[in-house]
C-alpha cells in the first residue's frame, strides 16, 4: 500500500494525534438540511463473515450506516474492502450474519458499485452505456431522456454520441458514474474509482463525487487506499483489519474541506498510524 506511506509525518506525531482531538466546526445544521431531503437508505450489517475456502476475510463486520451518510473504508490490500462492497451490492453470497438496509424493499437499481475500472461496452456510444444503468428500465420511453440527465450531471453532454476507445481515463470514469446515476440509486458504493486518474484529475472527480452526493443524497460507500481523500469527502472513516472494523473515526468538518489544514492533516495522520501498525503486524 505505497500510497498511504507518502505521509511527511513522524511516528511520534502520529501517535499524539491519535486521540482525535475535538474537531472545529460542527456542521449539523448543513446535515440536518441534507438529511430531509435524502434518497439513501440506512444500512445496517450484523455479523457479517465470508471466507474463500481457508481463507477467513470478514470475520464478523458489525456497522450501522444512516441514510445519506459519505462513508470511506479504508485498510490494507487484501483486508476484505472490495469483499465487503460485494456482499453490499449483493454480488457475492454471505456465509453469515446479516445486510439490511432499514425497512425498505430494496430493488437491485438502489444499490450500485462502481469500480476503478469504467467497464464501458466498446461497442455502444456513451449514451447507451449510460442507458445501460437503467437495468430493467432501459427500454422504457423516457430512458435515453435520464440517460441524458445523468451525462449532464457529469459535465459531458457533448460526448453522448461518441465511442467510449476516444475518451479520455477521466471522461471514463465520468460515464460510469453517470451510469450509475442514472437509475437514481439509494445506496452508492465506489470500488477506489479514482485511483487510475492523475492528481488533478482525481481531485476533479472527487469534487464532482461530493457535488452529486450532496444533490442525490445517496448513502456513499467509498474504498479508498488515498487517506487524504477519505477524510476530504467522507463523514466518517472505518479501517478494516483482521476481517473487523479496527477503527470508526468521525470527521466532523465543514464542507468544502480546506486541503492541507491542519485539522484534515490530524486526521489523515490519526488514521494513517492505524493503517501503519496493522501494516507492521504483517
Ligand atoms: N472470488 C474470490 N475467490 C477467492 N479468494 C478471493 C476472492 N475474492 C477475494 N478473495 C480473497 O479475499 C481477500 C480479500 O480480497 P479483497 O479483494 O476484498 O481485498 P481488498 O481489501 O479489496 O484489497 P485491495 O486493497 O488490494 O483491493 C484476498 O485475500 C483475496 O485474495
Ligand atoms: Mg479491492
Redesign the pocket.
Known amino acids: 500500500?505505497q500510497t498511504v506511506l507518502r505521509t511527511p509525518h513522524s511516528e511520534t506525531e502520529l501517535a499524539s494525534r491519535a486521540s482525535f482531538a475535538p474537531a472545529a466546526r460542527l456542521v449539523r445544521e448543513e446535515r440536518q438540511e441534507r438529511q430531509v431531503q435524502t434518497s439513501g437508505l440506512p444500512l445496517s450489517v450484523r455479523g457479517l463473515r465470508?471466507s474463500?475456502?481457508d481463507?477467513e476475510?470478514l470475520r464478523g463486520i458489525d456497522l450501522h450506516i444512516p441514510a445519506g451518510q459519505f462513508v470511506a473504508i479504508v485498510?490494507?490490500?487484501?483486508?476484505?474492502?472490495?469483499?465487503?462492497?460485494?456482499l453490499i451490492a449483493g454480488l457475492?453470497k454471505i456465509d453469515a450474519g446479516s445486510i439490511s438496509f432499514g425497512d425498505a424493499k430494496v430493488q437491485p437499481e438502489d444499490v450500485r458499485v462502481m469500480f476503478q475500472e469504467p467497464r464501458l461496452l466498446p461497442w455502444a456510444r456513451v449514451l447507451s452505456n449510460v442507458e445501460v444503468g437503467l437495468g430493467r428500465d432501459r427500454s422504457s420511453s423516457d430512458a435515453p431522456a435520464r440517460a441524458e440527465k445523468a451525462l449532464a450531471e457529469v459535465g459531458l453532454t457533448d460526448k453522448r454520441d461518441q465511442w467510449p476507445s476516444v475518451l479520455s481515463g477521466g471522461q471514463k470514469q465520468r460515464v460510469a458514474l453517470a451510469r450509475a446515476l442514472v437509475s437514481r440509486p439509494r445506496v452508492l458504493a465506489f470500488?477506489?474509482p479514482l485511483g487510475a486518474l492523475d492528481a488533478l484529475t482525481r481531485i476533479s472527480m472527487q469534487r464532482l463525487l461530493q457535488r452529486v452526493w450532496r444533490d442525490q443524497g445517496f448513502t456513499a460507500i467509498l474504498?479508498t487506499?488515498d487517506v487524504a481523500e477519505a477524510v476530504a469527502l467522507a463523514d466518517r472513516v472505518l479501517v478494516?483489519d483482521e476481517g473487523r472494523i479496527a477503527h470508526d473515526v468521525t470527521v466532523n468538518l465543514a464542507r468544502p474541506r480546506e486541503r492541507g489544514s491542519a485539522e484534515l492533516a490530524g486526521l489523515e495522520g490519526s488514521i494513517l498510524s492505524y493503517l501503519l501498525s496493522a501494516e507492521d503486524r504483517t
Open positions: 500500500m465470508k474463500f475456502g481463507n476475510v485498510g490494507k490490500s487484501g483486508c476484505g474492502k472490495s469483499t465487503l462492497l460485494r457475492e470500488d477506489e474504498v487506499h478494516i
